[in-house]
């Protein structure tokens, strides 16, 4: 048994026919070159409403590929789109033609088979530059000067062109001038975040996620960047990092200023060095006159002898920046060899017998040869 064709809506009694919806509009994509060319059509100055209707018809019917060959279309089909009358339709032609935007070709005849054919429109090179459909011609400027005299203006040239309607949509359809982007590279400091996983994009997000927090993403890293780097999840760490309240940039200036004092500490151990080693094999004594000081082993000693007592002892640890601070500031001045210093016994005026014995004895300069022999007899006592 056959089904009715009509379609029908259930319900309790009879079925009733369903109503067809009053609206219907034409689904058919047209290219974006035939959109523009009929949006130029409609928006075109210097001819009637009715001949821009027409033009906009044909524009839409026309071949893109071929703007200058035949536009195949019945009059029914162009008045339609036009939404104009036969009678109109003719007028607005008449108008066409007469801006010299189509040419109407006689209508063909064929003479042995006593026929007659059709006539077609064609688009004049003026129609198609207007509507987009071909590139215009580069046109040569030619400055010509104003009335008033106040410069030259160029003539000829291209006026701006919009991808869309006119008007603000024209300026919602450039990112560039209202979207930031992203900046080309990684900062050379964070870029060692991608050894741990961190993509570029990443980074970026954490760098505006740190300047909200009121820190610098590349002071956080700098100072935890040995616990970063060990951490299971290094981008929670991070994080973790970047919401907490500690002040990394106070750490990062305390631990740079350490880092300073640590190099200007070296670097003046290893001008002391180089100052005492030029000093070798000299004496020296102090404002009292009570010490002397002797630099040996090519500056890698310092003997320290009290004359009182006749003690002679040896500098231990980092001695050379002392002694050359001393030097430089005056409490420790070269000795003078016919100067003779004289030791006073506790309580007494008179020197003692070892002084006077001592300054009997003809003096001795540590040289080089008595340097070596005393360092290979230490060295032979530190063995034994």
């Not at 060319?37 to 893109?64: F, I, M």
């Not at 991070?238 to 500490?265: G, N, V």
């Amino acid at each position: 048994m056959l089904i009715a064709l009509a379609p029908c809506a259930a319900s309790e009694g009879d079925t009733h026919p369903l109503e067809p919806d009053p609206l219907f509009t034409d689904t058919t994509n047209l290219p974006w070159v035939i959109l523009r060319a009929v949006h130029r059509a409609a928006r075109l100055d210097g001819v009637s409403t009715r001949a821009r209707a027409v033009l906009a018809a044909l524009a839409r019917t026309v071949d893109a590929g071929k703007p200058f060959g035949e536009i195949y279309a019945r009059r029914t089909l162009l008045t339609e789109r036009a939404m104009q009358s036969e009678r109109t339709f003719y007028r607005s032609l008449a108008d066409l033609e007469s801006a010299g935007l189509i040419d109407r070709a006689p209508q063909r005849r064929y003479v042995e088979a006593g026929l007659f054919g059709r006539a077609y429109l064609y688009l004049t090179p003026k129609a198609a530059i207007l509507l987009g459909l071909i590139e215009a011609p580069a046109a040569t400027g030619v400055a010509t000067e104003s009335k008033e005299g106040a410069g030259t203006r160029a003539e000829g040239f291209e006026p701006p062109s919009a991808n869309v309607a006119d008007g603000a949509n024209t300026k919602d359809l450039s990112p560039t001038s209202f979207q930031k982007r992203q900046p080309g590279h990684v900062p050379q400091d964070l870029q060692r975040l991608r050894t741990l996983g961190f993509l570029d994009f990443l980074i970026f997000k954490l760098m505006r996620e740190a300047r909200e927090s009121g820190k610098r993403l590349s002071d956080v890293v700098e100072v935890c960047w040995q616990h970063l780097r060990q951490a299971k999840r290094p981008i929670n760490y991070l994080r973790a990092l970047l919401a907490s309240t500690t002040d990394f940039s106070h750490q990062l200036r305390t631990k740079a200023e350490a880092l300073s004092s640590a190099r200007e500490a070296e670097r003046a151990r290893t001008d002391a060095e180089a100052t005492v080693s030029t000093l070798a094999g000299q004496s020296f004594v102090d404002a009292g006159g009570q010490t002397r000081y002797t630099v040996a082993d090519a500056g890698a000693t310092l003997t320290v002898e009290s004359l009182s007592d006749g003690v002679i002892r040896r500098a231990a640890g980092q001695w050379a920046v002392g002694f050359v601070t001393a030097l430089e500031q005056g409490r420790i001045t070269l000795e003078n060899p016919l100067h003779r210093i004289s030791v006073r016994a506790e309580g007494g005026d008179r020197p003692t017998n070892i002084e006077a014995w001592a300054l009997s004895q003809p003096r001795r300069e540590l040289n080089s040869n008595v340097s070596d022999h005393l360092s290979k007899l230490r060295a032979l006592c530190r063995r034994a």
